[in-house]
Structures are given as C-alpha cells and as structure tokens.
DNA sequence: AAATCTTTCAACCGCCTAAAG
DNA sequence: GCTTTAGGCGGTTGAAAGATT
C-alpha cells in the first residue's frame, strides 16, 4: 500500500517563507509540483503557488485600497461579475484574493447601498442621481467621469480613509511591515501572471544569483535587483519614483551589459492613475 | 475585565481546462 | 479517444483580531 505524502497545512510560519521564497528567487517555479520537494517543504505545490502569488511574491502592494482601485473594482465587476482574476488584471500588484475578500468585505455592501438609495430615489423622484459615480461606465468612460471629481488627489490620502465604514483592517500586515523587500512591481511577474495567466519564470535558467536578503535595505535591495536575480534576465521591471534615482545608475549598467533597453522606470503616480501593464511597459 | 458578536483575510476545497502520455 | 496530471479560478471556511455589550 502506498502512503500517502501527509502535507503541513495552515498558515505559514516565517521559515516556511524563507524556503520558498529562495527556491523560487533561486530556480523558480518550472514546476509547482516540485517546488516543495526541492525547497524542502511538506507542502503541497497548490499551496506554494498560491503562497508565492498572494503572499511572497515581489511587487504586491497590500495596505489600502485607494479610492482609485475601489471604483475600478465596482467598474469591472459591473461589467465581468466576479471573475476576480480578471479585475485583478487591472490592478497591479493586487492579488485575485484580496480583492475577492475586498468585494466581500466592503465592496458588496457599498455596492448594495448605493442601489438601495438609487432605487428609492428613482422610486421617490423619479430619477437617477447625478451627483453619484456610475460604476456600470466603461473604465475608459469611469476615468473621464473620475477627472470630474478628482479622485486622483485620493490616491495619498488613500492611507487615511475618512469613511467610518472602511475597514480598519486594511494596513500593512505585522509580516509585510518586517519584510524589507521593495515595493516594486515586476512587470515580468505581472504580466505573465496576471495578463497571460502563465507561469511567471519559464526556466532555472532565467534566474540567476541570489535572492532577496530579508535583512538588506530597500537600496541594497535594489542593488540585488539589477545585478542579481532581474540584473540579467528580467525586463520591463517597474521602478517606483522613490527608486528611481538609485536605480538610474545601474540602469546604465544593465543596458550596457544586456546590450538592449530593458527597463522602464515609471514614476510611482502612475502606478496609482492611468498605468497599464499592457500598454503602458515599454521598451525605451 | 470578560464575554459575545462581527469582521477580516489567509488558506483550503473542488471544479474546470489544457497538456501530456 | 481516454486517462492522468498540473495549473488556474471562484467559492467557502475558520482562526484571529477588533468591536461591542
């Protein structure tokens, strides 16, 4: 009789973390199914890859939504329903999850709310109110609706939700706040993910030196970016404008070493506004 | 201060699809 | 064409944290 491998189960321990994100910054993900033999875990490789994609991998925001993000997610699933990997497609650096527990948490209500004073007021007055987003617009309609109320300014002051109904919740989590790792989002990652929906590294080979140290400063951390594990293989990383500087130099570098114009550096507004993986990363 | 209720969110489950054998 | 395997997705659960009584 052939026993069955027993898989750890539950939350992830920080160890746990550590192994797999080596591995992966190490050799990637050729194969979920490996992973956890080779990284040493007794997980299964479902739960690594949903690990890696919700939790450890680089360039996930996490914290509040914006103001900016809530509409688009009302847009989209007006439009799309629940089809949550979908709208995370327009939200880099969110998760498929956390914007379901989003929807769940907060958005559903909001959502039944306004419908609820909507309907009364049609039912009252006989008309719509104009003074309300219309969430059912086209994102490209909902973006020149938005210019109208500003809700660009929002975007800083997203932290410090004014609405009493917010969640509180919603803050950096106590494993995030210790991680170090730089609030950067790899289009590569990003766009095969989340755009393509494929796997996000296709080879061993297409990672090379070491990953991330939990212990290194967010400029040391850039440093590792470009001459380590993206230096070499990895384009179209998106660098927010609080990097830009450090990185500039060893963009130089990159170029030169790679021969070819790899990385654009976006500045960390356009993250939050108009940016999309799509159309927006380019080749400079 | 303690008990109870509510909310949040990480993780699991099961289904579906595609690819490989 | 059938079976197996792996990856992806959406629904759901349950522990933990926060709010309320």
Not at 226 to 231: A, D, K, N, V
């Amino acid at each position: 009789m052939v026993e069955k491998t027993k898989y750890r189960k539950g939350l992830w321990s920080p160890e746990e973390d550590n192994k797999l994100r080596n591995h992966i910054l190490m050799f990637g993900h050729s194969c979920w199914s490996s992973v956890p033999i080779k990284a040493g875990l007794l997980r299964n490789g479902k739960s690594c890859r949903l690990r890696w994609i919700n939790y450890l991998r680089p360039g996930l925001k996490r914290g509040v939504f914006s103001k900016q993000e809530e509409e688009t997610i009302m847009s989209f699933h007006n439009m799309l329903g629940n089809k949550w990997s979908q709208i995370a497609h327009h939200l880099p650096g969110r998760t498929d999850n956390e914007i379901k527990n989003f929807w769940h948490s907060y958005l559903k209500k909001k959502a039944n709310k306004a419908k609820e004073i909507e309907s009364h007021k049609q039912l009252h007055y006989g008309t719509s109110s104009s003074d309300t987003i219309d969430y059912s617009l086209s994102p490209q309609k909902l973006a020149t609706q938005e210019a109208g109320y500003g809700l660009l300014e929002n975007i800083d002051k997203s932290a410090s939700h004014s609405d009493n109904s917010y969640p509180q919740n919603h803050n950096f989590s106590k494993e995030a706040c210790y991680s170090s790792l730089p609030k950067v989002l790899f289009a590569e990652w990003l766009s095969l993910d989340h755009v393509n929906g494929g796997s996000s590294i296709n080879s061993d080979e297409s990672l090379l030196g070491n990953g991330f140290d939990q212990n290194s400063s967010f400029q040391e951390t850039l440093m590792q970016i470009s001459e380590g594990p993206f230096g070499g293989e990895y384009h179209n990383s998106i660098i927010t404008s609080s990097t830009t500087e450090v990185y500039n130099s060893k963009l130089k570098y990159s170029n030169q070493v790679n021969g070819s114009d790899f990385i654009h550096c976006v500045h960390g507004a356009d993250l939050y506004s108009n940016f999309s993986l799509n159309n927006d990363t380019m080749y400079l």
